[in-house]
T-cell receptor, first 115, second 115 residues
Framework: AQKITQTQPGMFVQEKEAVTLDCTYDTSDPSYGLFWYKQPSSGEMIFLIY??????QNATEGRYSLNFQKARKSANLVISASQLGDSAMYFC????????????FGTGTSLTVIP | DTAVSQTPKYLVTQMGNDKSIKCEQN?????MYWYKQDSKKFLKIMFSYNNKELIINETVPNRFSPKSPDKAHLNLHINSLELGDSAVYFC??????????????FGPGTRLTVL
């Protein structure tokens, strides 16, 4: 069974500080991808970053990086130098090669950046 | 150019009515999805179509019926609306195979309110 777990319903971070949002997953697929999405209060879903299970290096996109620990089945999102505009819901998602086209989403983490 | 578009953005209707939400993508993707996001922000997959063929049909009431006239469109029709149907409905699309950056692209969402 495929499962994504986000254990932090809410997080607070001081502006300009770094924050880590946790994501663990469970899959039997030999090959899979991990994704993070941001959903601001305006409601749209914004793709942030992708990590493939066979990628040798952790993914980075600007201030976003993915701390991928395959043995621990974790794919934590690190946001550096937090900005007020980072306040949003963040969703971790997974897609496996054997599960066809289905994406599995976690329950999300609400991040609030404090000025 | 909008990649995934949905209409309408807001839908307010009475219980018992029938309504449709339209979705179109111009990305050339083969796979399209419908998600329901409840008030707790949990994203639940409802349906997925690959090249006009239904491939994921999660446990949703049969009052919900997707229709894909072509691979660029996936519409959602809801019969006999109930209060519990109030939610934000997202359409999404993706390439069919897992590969680097084959993320889902989401539409802006349709906020359905059933009175």
């Amino acid at each position: 069974a495929q499962k994504i777990t986000q254990t932090q319903p809410g997080m607070f971070v001081q502006e300009k500080e770094a924050v880590t949002l946790d994501c663990t997953y469970d899959t039997s697929d030999p090959s899979y991808g991990l994704f993070w999405y941001k959903q601001p209060s305006s409601g749209e879903m914004i793709f942030l970053i992708y990590q493939g299970s066979y990628d040798q290096q952790n993914a980075t996109e600007g201030r976003y990086s993915l701390n991928f620990q395959k043995a621990r089945k974790s794919a934590n999102l690190v946001i550096s130098a937090s900005q007020l505009g980072d306040s949003a819901m963040y969703f971790c998602a997974m897609r496996g090669t054997n599960t066809g086209n289905q994406f599995y989403f976690g329950t999300g983490t609400s991040l609030t950046v404090i000025p | 150019d909008t990649a995934v578009s949905q209409t309408p953005k807001y839908l307010v209707t009475q219980m018992g009515n029938d309504k449709s939400i339209k979705c179109e993508q111009n990305l050339g993707h083969d796979t399209m999805y419908w998600y329901k996001q409840d008030s707790k922000k949990f994203l639940k997959i409802m349906f997925s179509y690959n090249n006009k063929e239904l491939i994921i049909n999660e446990t949703v009431p049969n009052r919900f019926s997707p229709k894909s006239p072509d691979k660029a469109h996936l519409n959602l029709h809801i019969n006999s609306l109930e209060l519990g149907d109030s939610a934000v409905y997202f359409c999404a699309s993706s390439p069919p195979k897992l590969a680097a950056n084959n993320e889902q692209f989401f539409g802006p969402g349709t906020r359905l309110t059933v009175l």
